[in-house]
Structures are given as structure tokens and as C-alpha cells.
């Protein structure tokens, strides 16, 4: 059985950092891409960033790019998302998601169940 | 990051078919097609339909996803209580070289 756990989210002042993590198990976890995605409360889902299978590819959205890196540690089965210069808008619950494939341009086929990440003052 | 779009709210009756769109552009949904996610309240996201449109094991024949030029569909028939829900479509954005996600259709069922 596939499962994804995130740790690290909580309550963070604007421009502070934060790394979230995500434990992975019930899959081999160097096949497959991995997914950061995001739900600000009672919004629609926003894709964050994407690693590829040997972290040789990367992708991030705009709304992040140059503050949050994406990495992977295939040996530990985790995923992890250090995010600097915090601010109020990357309030959110961030899901750790598992690719269909190796390509970070696959769409995701499991998901954790969330970290909440508040950024307030 | 421009997304892809979806009707807010789609309102069916219970046993109805309720037919769900998607549209974007040749970069995204016109390129690899959609994938198709269902969201309940306070729950992950699952996964019902590959940008293929084929099924993940486990997902009811009662869903089947479809595309037609930049617009994916997803059609459900027989309309359970269960099926109210949040839908979300995404697809891989090969000029942004990012995902981009639909902002939802919430589905009621009467």
C-alpha cells in the first residue's frame, strides 16, 4: 500500500523558513517523480514543484521559483521542500504526491494527507 | 502560472449523468490530455482518471474521461450521494514546463 506522510508544516513568521518532509513507503520510490502541491483553505489546488526520479529534472511555478527547492533523498525514501522568504500568501496545506512515471510531467497517483503551513506575524 | 478552466458548480439529480469540462490550450490539455482528481471535504485528492483517460484500479465504471481538442470531459452516470464532490482536471504545461490545475467544479447531486 502506498503511503506519503509530510512533517514539518506549523506556524512561521513572514520571511522565515521552513523544510516540510515526506516519508515514503509501499512503493519503489527511486521509479517514480514526486510532487509538491498546495491548497490554500478553501481554495483550489496550486502545483508547487516536481522532481524527477534522479532529481535530474526540477520544475517549480512561478509563485515559489528562487525561494522554495525541491530535493529528494532516494536512499532515506523521502521527499523534502525547503521554503525561504515565507509569506502570508503561501498560507496553505501542502501535499507530498507520488508521480504515475519518472517524469516530473506525469500526473500525480497518490497523495499524502497534508501539512498545514500558516505564515503570519 | 495561467490554469485551466471549469465550471464552478454543476448541479445534477441522483441516478442523472453529470458531464464535467476542462478547457486549455494546445500547450496543455491539447498536448497530453487531462487528468482527472475528486476531492471531498477535508480529504486528499484521488486520482480518477489518467491523462490517457483510462481508469486507475478500483474506479468505478461509472466514471469515464474523454478529450476533444484543448477540452477534457469527464462523464459520470447513475449519480450516487457519494459523488458530491470537488473535481479538479490538470495536465503538464510544455511551454510553462510546469503542471497547471483547473480551479474545480464543485458537483452537487440533488
Known amino acids: 500500500e502506498v503511503q506519503l506522510v509530510e512533517s514539518g508544516g506549523g506556524l512561521v513568521q513572514p520571511g522565515r523558513s521552513l523544510r516540510l518532509s515526506c516519508a515514503a513507503s509501499?512503493?519503489?520510490?527511486?521509479?517514480?517523480?514526486m510532487h509538491w502541491v498546495r491548497q490554500a483553505p478553501g481554495k483550489g489546488l496550486e502545483w508547487v514543484s516536481g522532481?524527477?526520479?534522479?532529481?535530474?529534472?526540477?520544475g517549480y511555478a512561478d509563485s515559489v521559483k528562487g525561494r522554495f527547492t525541491i530535493s529528494r533523498d532516494n536512499a532515506k525514501n523521502s521527499l523534502y521542500l525547503q521554503m525561504n522568504s515565507l509569506r502570508a500568501e503561501d498560507t496553505a496545506l501542502y501535499y507530498c504526491?507520488?508521480?504515475?512515471?519518472?517524469?516530473?510531467?506525469?500526473?500525480?497517483?497518490?497523495w499524502g494527507q497534508g501539512t498545514l503551513v500558516t505564515v503570519s506575524s | 502560472q495561467a490554469g485551466l478552466t471549469q465550471p464552478p458548480s454543476v448541479s445534477k439529480g441522483l441516478r442523472q449523468t453529470a458531464t464535467l469540462t476542462c478547457t486549455g490550450n494546445s500547450n496543455n490539455v491539447g498536448n497530453q490530455g487531462a487528468a482527472w482528481l475528486q476531492q471531498h471535504q477535508g480529504h486528499p485528492p484521488k486520482l480518477l482518471s489518467y491523462r490517457n483517460n483510462n481508469r486507475p484500479s478500483g474506479i468505478s465504471e461509472r466514471l469515464s474521461a474523454s478529450r476533444s481538442g484543448n477540452t477534457a470531459s469527464l462523464t459520470i452516470t447513475g449519480l450516487q450521494p457519494e459523488d458530491e464532490a470537488d473535481y479538479y482536471c490538470?495536465?503538464?504545461?510544455?511551454?510553462?514546463?510546469?503542471?497547471?490545475f483547473g480551479g474545480g467544479t464543485k458537483l452537487t447531486v440533488l
Open positions: 504526491a507520488k508521480s504515475s512515471a519518472y517524469s516530473i510531467s506525469a500526473e500525480e497517483d497518490y
Open positions: 509501499g512503493f519503489t520510490f527511486d521509479d517514480y517523480a
Open positions: 490538470s495536465a503538464w504545461d510544455s511551454s510553462l514546463s510546469a503542471q497547471v
Open positions: 522532481i524527477s526520479w534522479n532529481s535530474g529534472s526540477i
